[in-house]
């Protein structure tokens, strides 16, 4: 994962981004139900169905622990597992638990920045859908009131 | 000054101390303490949060500090006698720089601690002993006082210069505004690291100053340093939750963590390129966050830490899948100075001896040079720092997982003078003591409140919301996984009390909260609430410190009649705790 990112880069990166904005927007009305869902149980049924769910160290994934802004946390992820279709971020204690879904083509490497919402302290997953399994992993994030540091 | 004249002043120094009454010092004491035998090939002298306390100062360590899971009974959350006990020999004179034994009395023995003029004299021995010697400072220096507050931290800056400091990390550095931080950091004549600082990613798109663009770090993440022919690699851990504990208004480009991945990587590249003898992490993380690092990143000789204020004698070895890293505190307030001597052999390095040396200011000579430097600093301002408000009638500390005696009075103070019900006061670990028959002066009140954003509020809050702050701060201080703390103690109450279970779970460690009156606080009644510090935003009120110094001119004498310090449960035994007024079930 790259998280040096410099100006050059940026503009280069944003670029690349709306030549593919079409694709990826299709796809998207596929989750839609998966968005609206207010529990895990409901985001996994419309995301995997009854696919098997397995922790995996392969995925790293970069949050804060303690986060500094609930309203913009940021967020990446990658992995070196073959075949990604999908990563998906979810928090288990937003209303609605599932922040961002992406599909990848077979050419995008399976490596993911975004910043996600947080009202509370809550679980945060990191799910990546291959052909046939489900992989996870998974950071406790704190939202908290700050003040009192030493 | 070399050996020999040091030596010669500090027998004037016994002589002084023993005119002034301090019988029990003897001549070969401050020679034992502070006459090191020879060790190793070089030499790393460490000080941490000094809080800018110019002049020595009393500073009574914790009779609580309770350590929850993994950590309880384990240091740093050992106290008094406790902390004794898992020593091998403490001389009296480390007993009253170690714990908070018969505090007034020994204060009364031993003197006053630190003061920079006293911590120069004692650094230029110790360095003139091992040439070379490499001074780290770990932050939390350039505030704490009147003049570090009105000079916005240069004060500090140039005592530091004048000092020597080779290398420093930070955190309550990061309480002035941004272009205020960048420039002291120019006028510093170190190196200021810091890997887990970087700006964001849309204030480099706005093109702010860094260190290095394409990695985003504000500040180099690490510096290397010869010592004595060796090559020592030293890497800056800032406080990785400054954003959080304190405004983020004034750093809005900066973001910090723990980023313990890039610390593992940073590690490697340094052993890679750089091939240093040793590798040193100056870290304001806190002793608890640093012993969960020190077992989950390799690579790391040594963690110099600082932040929680523990002034911890024995250096603690941790394993990790590299080997092993040796995490080490360095307490407060000027009152030691750690010294870290390694020893080289052909495979590397073969091993080290790690001392805290108290600084003790009757047993040393004052530096002349900064000593005129301080007078100088001090000299605009010394008429408003000089003015005795009141007369302490009692010991006054803050240090302390819960209430300390001049939080108390901080709380009585914003109760009376804002009219308040419920008065909260933040659990900061910096703060000196005043002895009992003391006067309080401004310069002592500000040392408990000086900071960027000292503005009073008061306002209506419900029960709830009380609730609320009280389990967030708990939660902050006893979460059984250190990288969730943020390193500070609770936040204190006036006008209201409460039991507090710390190994219980967020949301259910705070209960029976009741007002003086004994009434229960209820969950939609609403309370007027005073308090100080708010870091979301600035508050309306006058400053803290105006507000508590028109109680204190009123009161004469203060002394603390009602201690509202909570009633705890679930932590008998604990190693953590000791005389503890609160009372103490299960």
């Known amino acids: 994962m790259n998280v040096l990112v410099n100006r050059r880069r940026m503009l280069g990166g944003l670029l690349s981004l709306i030549a593919l904005g079409v694709a990826p927007l299709k796809v998207l009305a596929r989750v839609t139900k998966a968005f609206q869902a207010t529990e895990l149980d409901g985001v996994y049924a419309e995301l995997f169905a009854d696919m098997e769910i397995i922790e995996s160290a392969d995925i790293k994934m970069r949050i804060p622990d303690i986060a500094e802004n609930g309203a913009v946390v940021p967020v990446s992820i990658s992995t070196s597992l073959e075949n990604v279709q999908s990563i998906h971020v979810i928090i288990d204690q937003n209303p609605n638990p599932l922040s961002a879904s992406f599909e990848l083509t077979d050419s995008s490497p399976a490596d993911i920045s975004t910043r996600v919402k947080m009202g509370k302290s809550s679980v945060v997953r990191a799910m990546v859908k ?6 996870m992993t998974q950071q406790q994030v704190k939202v908290t009131i700050g003040g009192c540091g030493g | 000054m070399n050996r020999r004249e040091f030596l010669a002043l500090l027998s004037k120094a016994w002589i002084a101390a023993s005119v002034s009454g301090c019988s029990s010092l003897r001549p070969l004491r401050a020679e034992n303490l502070y006459q090191l035998a020879p060790f190793g090939q070089a030499r790393i002298l460490h000080i941490t949060d000094t809080h800018a306390q110019l002049h020595p100062v009393y500073f009574r360590e914790p009779n609580v500090n309770i350590g929850v899971g993994s950590a309880a009974g384990k240091f740093p959350h050992r106290v008094g006698r406790n902390l004794l006990d898992a020593i091998s020999t403490a001389a009296p004179a480390d007993i009253h ?8 009395e020994a204060s009364e023995r031993y003197g006053k601690v630190g003061g920079f003029q ?70 510093f004549n170190g190196d200021f690291v810091a890997q887990n600082i970087r700006a964001t990613e849309d204030a480099l798109f706005e093109g702010v100053e860094v260190y290095d663009e394409d990695s985003g770090h504000v500040f180099p993440p690490y510096t290397m340093k010869q010592v004595n022919g060796k ?14 504990a304190n405004p983020r208004r004034f750093i809005p480009n900066w973001t910090f963590g723990i980023q313990e991945q890039d610390l593992n990587a940073l590690v490697e590249r340094i052993r890679g390129s750089e091939q240093p003898d040793a590798v040193i992490l100056l870290s304001h993380n806190g002793m608890d966050v640093d012993l969960k690092l020190a077992s989950r990143v390799s690579g790391v000789d040594f963690i110099m830490g600082g932040h929680t204020h523990d002034g911890v004698p024995v250096p603690i070895e941790v394993k990790n899948a590299g080997g092993t890293t040796v995490v ?11 010294v870290l001597d390694l020893d080289f052999g052909r495979s590397g390095l073969n091993g080290y001896r790690y001392q805290l040396l108290p600084v003790f200011a009757n047993l040393l000579p004052a530096d002349k040079a900064m000593q005129a430097y301080i ?29 300390g005696t001049f939080d108390q009075v901080i709380c009585d103070a914003l109760i009376q003078e804002l009219d308040a019900q419920i008065a909260l006061s933040p659990g900061f670990r910096w703060g000196t003591s005043v002895l009992p028959g003391q006067a309080i002066t401004m310069e002592r009140l500000l040392d408990q409140t000086c900071m960027t954003y000292p503005e009073t509020y008061v306002r209506d809050m419900t029960g709830t919301e009380i609730k609320t702050i009280m389990e967030s701060v708990a939660d902050n201080l006893f979460n059984i996984d250190p990288y969730y703390q943020q390193g500070g103690d609770m936040v204190r109450t006036g006008g209201m009390n409460y039991s507090c279970a710390p190994r219980a779970s967020m949301g259910s460690r705070i209960t029976d909260m009741q007002l003086r009156d004994g009434r229960y606080i209820e969950d939609s009644k609403t309370y007027r609430v005073a308090g100080w510090a708010t870091v979301a935003a600035q508050s309306p009120g006058e400053p803290v410190w105006d507000v508590v110094a028109n109680y204190l001119r009123d009161k004469q004498v203060v002394s603390v009649d009602r201690f509202e310090t909570p009633r705890l449960k679930g932590i008998a035994g604990n190693s953590g705790i ?4 609160g009372g103490i079930s299960g």
């Open chain 2, 375 to 403: 007078d100088k600093v001090r000299q605009p301002y010394a008429d408003v720092l000089d003015e005795k408000l009141a007369i302490a009638d009692t010991l006054l500390y803050r240090r302390g997982n819960f209430n």
């Open chain 2, 231 to 244: 090559s020592i690699a030293v890497i800056g851990q800032a406080f990785p939750y400054t954003p959080i």
């Open chain 2, 97 to 104: 720089a170690l714990t908070y034994l018969d505090f007034a």
């Open chain 2, 578 to 581: 000791a005389d503890y007024a």
């Open chain 2, 118 to 187: 006293y911590l120069r004299s004692l650094i230029e021995q110790l360095r003139s002993s091992a040439p070379g010697s490499l001074l780290l400072d770990g932050g939390d220096t350039w505030q704490g006082s009147g003049t570090a507050l009105w000079t916005r931290g240069q004060d500090m800056v140039g005592a530091c210069n004048l000092l020597g400091v080779d290398v420093m990390t930070g955190h309550w550095e990061f309480t002035y505004r941004e272009e205020e931080i960048l420039s002291n950091v120019r006028a």
């Open chain 1, 130 to 135: 291959t052909v046939d399994k489900v992989y």
């Open chain 2, 328 to 338: 080490t505190n360095a307490g407060s307030n000027g009152k030691f100075v750690a």
